[in-house]
């Protein structure tokens, strides 16, 4: 288990009197691709929040490179940079350009020189074809262009791990596939990801691990090829055939 | 489609123009109904020689100009300080953590008492109460303790409009901050105050404006500014001429700001939508 | 039908006032105001609300204890009302100089005579004339204040701004600094309290009730002779511009001059002005 960058020890959420995640488990390794899959409700959202520590977690343990950032008291600044997250709906800074965005944590918060920060995140934009839009606002932005500028300003970080919560459902369908690119790219270089999606055939092709959620439960966890081909429970067949219905 | 659309166009400019004049005639009558009919009202002329006496108003325009300064000068010095007093108390107020409680409170207290005490009570109690405490001169003066009092009121229903600001930015902006690891003061700072201020301008603009205007309670302590000039004016000639022209004086700073903020509101609403 | 009516009361007040008074000088008088008056038969006078010391006692006209509601009672009287048929109202100073019609037959508080006022109100002849005095705190005193021109310069001044003084103060004084002004006299006293101001100029007998009364350290500094000011504030009973009622007043007013009437009840309750030293 020396490579194991995140486990999830029965992880319990409740909302007032609704619970959401009902105990889940789960271990992320280095540079795997985990994706939640299931229905709206189903917890995958709210579990990603609650590993990046957005959401206090009622019960069980989030451990993080052997460390339980869960606990209460915990500090969750710290970690919250190396965790990075990016939401269905980009979250830009409306107010600031799309480099003024990407450039905010890391100058507040990872005390390296300007210039040294302003190169990386010019790299950044260069790698993801966005050099010529870094001084643009958002609202000059396509959907596609906003979030993968979102996902830049999580990458600025250098984070060590990424959650993705559903970034390719607000966008127009012809702009679903440049922010896939990007993903694929980042799987290449290796990044541990976590990602709730409904892109079942992004998520055929790309993850290493696939898990089905239910009710705030993992019900079935498996490879893509075993869980798209053959699943074991009825309710995941019942999804999947729903989802690829549309 | 295009015989179409430039008919359309057609009837919009028809309906527009049809606006305009319907807009000029109504104004129009009410005004003839204004300059015919008041100066056939019996009282017109006691009513017309004690409010609109020209060589009053002429004579006395000056010194209300000169003594407007008096109120642009109070106005520039309190502003600055409604503006951080009123942040910070927004600021206190948006603390969540149980730690900051007794700060919550205290804002929270302050923002209560201060908007619902009449203005020119505070004006009396701060202006005339805090230097009968024994402060020497010049530190008693009623300028500074006038000011005081228009400070703390304005500050508190501005810090209302801050946090109103605040709290219209959505709850996924400061998520989107602290997720990238910023301290909540940085949030704060970058995220959430930038947009909140821009959205409160116009509501701000407002609050000015009624500034402006109350400036003229500091009178009632001392100071001789452009209503109380007014006054001396009315009581030395037993006429209300030289109300009318500080009414004139403040109007032409007022109206523009006022049409100003309207101006900024409008485009703020075309902005969103 | 109203005028029959009017004269069948005018009778009936005559009789009246004959029983009561059984002066013919009265019933002259008497004659001079029926049908004048604003409820007929029936003298209603207004004053400030609140009144104060020494112009009327405990805030109380109707008592006709205090000067201007004794005035007031003796200018009823010689106009045929006696005390039964006043009626007391209140009006502020802002009211009292507005154009249109008057809810009071004539109003007195203190209300000083000027030629402005004249054109939109109707004043009596003066029933007062009032010497401006100069109240100060002792620790003004203590810091060397007198009863001198050269000394008053030097003072920060505050005026209740309906009043004329200040025009009096920037004419004969020509203080230094810029004197600050208030609403009423109260606010006067309470900036004075504040040590914002040094001194204050008020007619003698409101110097000397602030002075005794409301101001704990208050000290009357000095009057100003009433020849020595240009203009010597007198008070007048204030009318509705035109009001038909005005010749009654006068007379009225020069009737308790001419007997004496009017000096008694100034001794009576202004009697204090000695004292005070005159200013140089």
Known sequence: ?246 | MINRSAARVAYDKQQKTKGAVIAALSSLVVLIALVVLVPRAPGWEKVQASFFDGEILVSTFPSLLKAFLVDIAIFLWSLPAIAILGLLVALARDQKSPAMFPLRALAIGYTDIFRGVPVILTIFLIGFGIPGLGLPRPWNSPYIWGSVALVLTYSAYVAEVLRSGIESIHESQRNAGKSLGLSSSDTMRFIVLPQALRRVVPANMNMLVALQKDVALLSFIGPVEILRQAGVHKSLLANFTPYVGAAIIFLAVTIPATRYADYLLAKQHRERS | MRQRLGIKKIVIQALVVGVTLAATSNLHAADCAAGKTMKEGVLTIATGNPAYYPWVMDNNPSSGQGFEAAVAYAVAERMGFDKENVEWTSASFDQSIQPGVKDFDFNLQQFSITEEREKVVDFSAPYYSAPMAVLVRKSAVENGAAPTIESLKTLIWGIDSNTTALAMIQETIAPSSTPLLYDDNINVVEAMKANQIDAGMFDLPTALYLGGVVLEDGVVLGQFPADRTDTPDQFGLLMEDGSALKACVDEAVLSITEDGTLAAIEAQWLQETTGVPLIK
């Open chain 1, 1 to 246: 288990m020396a490579n194991e960058r995140l486990h999830l020890k029965d992880v319990h959420k409740a909302f007032g009197d609704v619970p959401v995640l009902k105990g889940i488990n789960l271990s992320v390794k280095e540079g795997e691709m985990v994706c939640l899959i299931g229905s709206s409700g189903s917890g995958k959202s709210t579990l990603l929040r609650c590993i990046n520590l957005l959401e206090p977690i009622d019960n069980g343990q989030i451990i993080f490179k052997g460390e339980d950032i869960s606990e209460p008291g915990f500090d969750p600044q710290p970690v919250r940079q190396k965790i990075g997250i990016v939401f269905q709906s980009y979250n830009l800074f409306p107010h600031m350009t799309a480099l003024a965005n990407v450039m905010l944590a890391p100058r507040r918060v990872l005390h390296e020189p300007r210039d040294q920060l302003l190169a990386q995140a010019t790299a950044l934009f260069e790698k993801f074809g966005l050099a010529d839009r870094m001084n643009h606002y958002p609202d000059q932005l396509s959907g596609g262009q906003q979030q993968r500028v979102a996902i830049v300003r999580a990458l600025a970080m250098n984070p060590q791990i990424m959650l993705f919560d559903e970034v390719t459902s607000a966008l127009d369908p012809e702009l679903i596939e440049e922010v896939l690119d990007v993903l694929r790219q980042l799987r290449r270089q290796g990044m541990t990801m976590i990602l709730a999606t409904h892109e079942i055939g992004f998520a055929r092709e790309a993850a290493d691990t696939v898990c089905m959620l239910d009710e705030g439960i993992i019900i079935e966890q498996a490879s893509p090829e075993k869980l798209f081909t053959n699943p074991s429970e009825p309710r995941t067949r019942q999804f999947l055939s729903s989802v690829l219905k549309q």
